[in-house]
């Protein structure tokens, strides 16, 4: 029996809706475990998930805490520390002694529910993520530091303390580029990046920074842009924040490891396409890298992984990096946490598709785009069997269903391609769009 907790990017740093993002914790579940969650899960998705991973779920308990603070979007760190809900957790794990325990994110709460329960020792790093080293650990500001300090190149940049700083350090970056990204030491999936640029040449889609702002004319351009946007960029004065020179005609590829009391050692690697400036593609492994390349982006990842470790931190980590064509790669930041990309490598690929035995399959999560119909769940995966594209555990290939919509929760949902190239993918890709939307 293990305890799960969906404790997604503690809202105290910075949050949205997470109702239906922290629902990918039913990938990890086994027989048995307890998951704590801001909302139940949908029915559908559920049975969905637990019948590709085989776990019986009737055996897994869902406990709900509270709703604190953040109305249920998101758990409240604090909600975990109710008196009702300590018992509540208790009660569940009387069944058999725990063996395990999993939070998303290294919130200092996790550690003192964990005491509060027995579990202290079962919490990976406990002692630097009680005194806030989870903070630290996923900050941007404090990556460029701990990359500088391991000898990871990063891309030319600064942290800024101040809109004075910033106004020194932005011109000097725009001379390299003509385009600097402007980042938020806190926010996740380009949600606190934006780009900066001095004309539209550099309105690329393909760049994690949900954000643009085209610099007015005249020198006094980015006083008034530093005027607009510093307490955005700082939440307040409240963190540093980066300014880094853009690095155009790249490709985003990450590699993951896992920092234990033993050492470091790697997971995956993957890599991520935008467009429109919003992450619409994420596969795993990272293909068609040159050999050396790679090579540099596990070394890379390796040395802040250690660097990680050496602070106090355990758990899995995401370095995120940006390779042009003539090979250049630097890296950009470093998740310290459960990140998005865990269970597609993990429970999807790993434990379902194995792609240990079967290394020639990739997985892919695409979001559902703008002009599919709104669907339930059930009625999707049927349109994906009526295009013979949905997945088979047969064929390892095909279509299933990462992350759900929830019931008041605006957009769609996550869906993974399973297959051997990008050929197979986009015909996966026509068919089901055809069925979706026939003409």
């Known amino acids: 029996m293990r305890l799960l907790i969906a404790n997604e990017v503690d809202p105290m740093l910075s949050w949205v809706d997470f109702r239906s993002y922290s629902q990918r914790l039913l990938w990890f579940a086994e027989d048995g475990d307890v998951l704590v969650l801001p909302v139940a899960p949908p029915a559908a ?19 709900i805490p509270p709703p604190g603070r953040y109305q249920g979007k998101v758990i409240d760190p604090y909600s975990l520390l109710d008196p ?20 998303c994110w290294p919130s200092p709460l996790v550690p003192r529910y964990a005491a509060a329960l027995g579990l202290r020792h079962l919490v990976p790093g406990a002692a630097f993520i009680d005194q806030g080293g989870g903070e630290l650990a996923n900050s941007k500001a404090e990556f460029r530091a701990i990359a500088a300090a391991a000898g990871v190149p990063t891309a030319p940049g600064a942290v800024c303390r101040s809109s004075h700083e910033a106004a020194r350090e932005i011109p000097r970056l725009l001379a390299g580029t003509g385009a600097v990204l402007v980042k938020q030491a806190h926010n996740g999936a380009g949600a606190g990046n934006q780009l ?14 949900k954000l643009l702002h085209r610099l007015g004319p005249g020198p006094d351009a980015i006083a008034h842009y530093l005027a607009e946007h510093w307490a955005w960029a700082s939440r307040d004065d409240r963190y540093p924040v980066v300014v880094e020179e853009f690095q155009p005609a790249s490709r985003t590829v990450y590699a993951e490891y896992l920092a234990e009391d033993t050492g470091v050692r790697p997971t995956a690697t993957g890599e991520l396409d935008y467009e429109q400036r919003r992450l619409v593609r994420e ?8 050999a050396d390349v790679r090579q540099r982006l596990l070394a890379g990842a390796a040395r802040l992984a250690e660097a990680y470790r050496a602070l106090g931190y355990r758990g899995h980590l995401s370095a995120d ?44 999560q695409h979001r559902t785009p703008a002009h599919w119909p709104a669907l339930d769940l ?60 026939p003409s």
Request: glycine share 10%; aromatic share 6%; hydrophobic share 40%.
């Open 45 to 63: 998705f559920l049975r969905h998930a637990t019948s590709l991973t085989g776990t019986d779920p009737a055996t897994l308990t869902f406990l």
């Open 84 to 103: 009702d809900f300590l018992d509540r957790t208790a009660k569940a794990l009387a069944a058999a002694p725990a063996t395990g325990l999993l939070s």
């Open 196 to 209: 900066v640029v001095r004309d539209d040449g550099h309105r690329t889609g393909h760049v994690g920074a």
């Open 283 to 290: 596969s795993t492994p990272a293909r068609g890298l040159p």
């Open 321 to 364: 990096a940006v390779v042009d064509a003539t090979g250049r790669l630097v890296f950009t930041e470093l998740n310290a946490r459960v990140t998005g990309s865990l269970h597609l490598y993990g429970p999807i690929a790993g434990r379902v598709v194995d792609t240990t035995r079967h290394p020639g399959l990739s997985v892919t």
């Open 378 to 437: 059930d009625d999707f995966l049927a349109a994906a069997t009526a295009a013979d594209c949905a997945y088979r555990p047969e064929t390892r290939r095909g279509v299933l269903v990462s992350l759900p919509a929830v019931p008041g929760v605006r957009g769609g949902f996550d869906f993974c391609v399973v297959h051997r190239d990008r050929a197979e993918e986009d015909d996966i890709l026509r068919r089901l769009d055809g069925a979706l939307c």
